[in-house]
Nanobody
Framework: VQLVESGGGLVQAGGSLRLSCAAP????????MGWYRQAPGKQRELVAA????????TYADSVKGRFTISRDNVKNMMYLEMNSLKPEDTAVYYC?????????????????WGQGTQVTVSS
């Protein structure tokens, strides 16, 4: 599965970024999707996920109220709007496609990762 993330960068604390994930090689509208992040020396963690139809989302407690996940099933794109960024949000962000989404939880497809996009938040 080909996934391409973009939109990362360097931003000051309190700033905003919008990440995008393109998924040209899949039947996009049939796939639940998620955003993960991995900071140096830490495990990859789920940030947010969205059901295939966009009708349900879930977030890590650490980003609730600051991040918004969305998708466009016509353009085959997923987005992560990140506001009020904090230095602890610094990480490489990855999108994942085709995982299992049920009961408000997302279980990733371990064979489906993009190359990641770096987000760095300075204090």
């Amino acid at each position: 599965v080909q996934l391409v993330e973009s939109g990362g960068g360097l931003v000051q604390a309190g700033g905003s970024l919008r990440l995008s994930c393109a998924a040209p090689g899949i039947t996009f509208s049939l796939n639940a999707m998620g955003w993960y992040r991995q900071a140096p020396g830490k495990q990859r963690e789920l940030v947010a996920a969205i059901r295939s139809d966009g009708g349900s989302t879930t977030y890590a407690d650490s980003v609730k109220g600051r991040f918004t996940i969305s998708r466009d099933n016509v353009k085959n794109m997923m987005y992560l709007e990140m506001n009020s960024l904090k230095p602890e949000d610094t990480a490489v962000y990855y999108c994942n496609a085709g995982g299992a989404y049920y009961s408000g939880r997302y279980y990733p497809n371990f064979g489906s990762w993009g190359q990641g996009t770096q987000v760095t938040v300075s204090s």
